[in-house]
C-alpha cells in the first residue's frame, strides 16, 4: 500500500490501484513554484517502486490544469540578485521532474481542462496519455517573456516533431483543445470534463488488464532505445525481454494463455 507524503499544494487521490494527483494552487494557476514541484517529485517518488499503483493521472484544480513556471518567483529571483548557477540548478531541477514523470514505470495520464501554458504543456508532454478538453487552450509563451522553453524544448520536440515545435515555440502560437491533433499535442479531444473522466476510465480498463512489471519494461525500452545504436536497442531490448520472461509476473502471464484464463493482475 502505497504511503504517501503530506502535501498542501497537491491533493491526492489514491482510488484503489489509481492514484490521481491534483495541482491545487490557486493563487497563481497551479504554476510550477518551488513548492509544488517539489511536493510531485515527493509524491512520484513515495510510489514509484509500488507495483500496487497501476497509474497516475495528472489533473488540476480550479478549472486549469497548470500555468507553467511562477514568473512571481522568478521576478524575485532577478531582483534578488539571483547568480547565473543558481538559475542554471533551478532550470535543471525542472529537467529531472519531467524526466521523473516520463520515467514512472506506471501509465501516466495527463487530464487537461482550462489551459496548460508553458511549462504546463511541456510537463503534460511528459504524460503516456493526454486527453484535452476541446477549449482548453494551449501556448509556448516563453519567447515573449524573453526565455527560451529550455527544458521542454526536447519534449516538445519527441512530441509533436522537430517543424511543429519550431512553429509552436518560435511565434507562441496559441491554440485549443480541438486543434491539438493537428500538432499531435493530444492523443483524445473531449467536449467537456464529463468527456475527459469517460476517456480516463476507458484507458484505466485497458492499463488494468496488462501487467504492471511488463509496463515498466515496455516504458523503458520506449524511452531508452531512441537514444541507443541498433545494436545497443537489440541487446537493451533482448535483457528486458528476458527478465520479464523469467520473472514470476512472466510465468503467470504465460500459464494463463496456456490455460485459458485471466492473469492475476487482470481486472
Known amino acids: 500500500m502505497a504511503n504517501l507524503p503530506k502535501t498542501e499544494k497537491l491533493d491526492l487521490e489514491l482510488n484503489g490501484s489509481w492514484l490521481t494527483v491534483w495541482f491545487n494552487s490557486k493563487e497563481n494557476r497551479n504554476a510550477l513554484s518551488d513548492q509544488l514541484t517539489s511536493e510531485l517529485s515527493e509524491t512520484l517518488a513515495a510510489v514509484q517502486d509500488d507495483r500496487s499503483v497501476r497509474g497516475i493521472t495528472l489533473r488540476g484544480r480550479h478549472s486549469i490544469f497548470c500555468a507553467g513556471g511562477d514568473l512571481k518567483s522568478f521576478s524575485a529571483s532577478q531582483g534578488g540578485g539571483a547568480t ?4 542554471a540548478t533551478m532550470n535543471r531541477g525542472a529537467g529531472d521532474l519531467f524526466d ?19 511549462g504546463g504543456l511541456g510537463l503534460m508532454c511528459c504524460a503516456d496519455v493526454v486527453a484535452v478538453t ?9 519567447t515573449m517573456i524573453g526565455i527560451p522553453p529550455a527544458q521542454i524544448a526536447p519534449i516538445i520536440v519527441a512530441r ?36 475527459l473522466e469517460a476517456i480516463e476510465k476507458q484507458i484505466q480498463k485497458g492499463v488494468l488488464k496488462c501487467a504492471p512489471g511488463a509496463i515498466g519494461a515496455t516504458k523503458k525500452i520506449l524511452m531508452a532505445t531512441p537514444h541507443l545504436d541498433r545494436d545497443s536497442q537489440k541487446d537493451f531490448a533482448a535483457e528486458k525481454f528476458a527478465t520479464a ?23
Open 160 to 195: 509533436v516533431g522537430l517543424p511543429k515545435a519550431r512553429l509552436l515555440m518560435l511565434t507562441g502560437a496559441r491554440f485549443t483543445g480541438a486543434e491539438t491533433p493537428e500538432y499531435n499535442i493530444s492523443d483524445f479531444v473531449a467536449d467537456d470534463v464529463a468527456g
Open 134 to 142: 476541446k477549449d482548453a487552450k494551449f501556448s509556448l509563451t516563453e
Open 100 to 118: 521523473q514523470i516520463m520515467g514512472m514505470p506506471q501509465v501516466v495520464i495527463a487530464l487537461v481542462e482550462g489551459a496548460a501554458i508553458a
Open 84 to 87: 547565473h548557477e543558481a538559475m
Open 245 to 267: 520472461l523469467l520473472s514470476d509476473e512472466g510465468k503467470e502471464g504465460i500459464a494463463s494463455f496456456v490455460q485459458k484464463r485471466k492473469p492475476n493482475w487482470a481486472k
